[in-house]
């Protein structure tokens, strides 16, 4: 399993319970918010100035090893 940056958040966290996390841990305090279920993973790094690229791939290297 792998993510993409243009997957919509709502959709990363019902992938796996472990993405939560990572993007708490990256960041995005927003989770719980409505709007940001909606919001792609791309857009959500630009408005937390996080370098989607580098999430993507941190991510993916944990559900790699899974």
Do not use: F, T
């Not at 993405?19 to 989770?31: E, K, N, T």
């Not at 709007?35 to 559900?63: F, K, M, P, R, W």
Request: aromatic share 0%.
């Amino acid at each position: 399993m792998q993510i993409q940056k243009d997957m919509l958040i709502g959709a990363l966290l019902e992938m796996d319970e472990n993405i939560a996390p990572m993007l708490m841990r990256a960041g995005m305090h927003c989770l719980g918010c409505p709007a940001s279920q909606g919001e792609s993973l791309e857009e959500a790094c630009q408005v937390h100035g996080i370098d989607c690229d580098v999430l993507v791939s941190q991510i993916n290297e944990v559900l790699a090893d899974r």
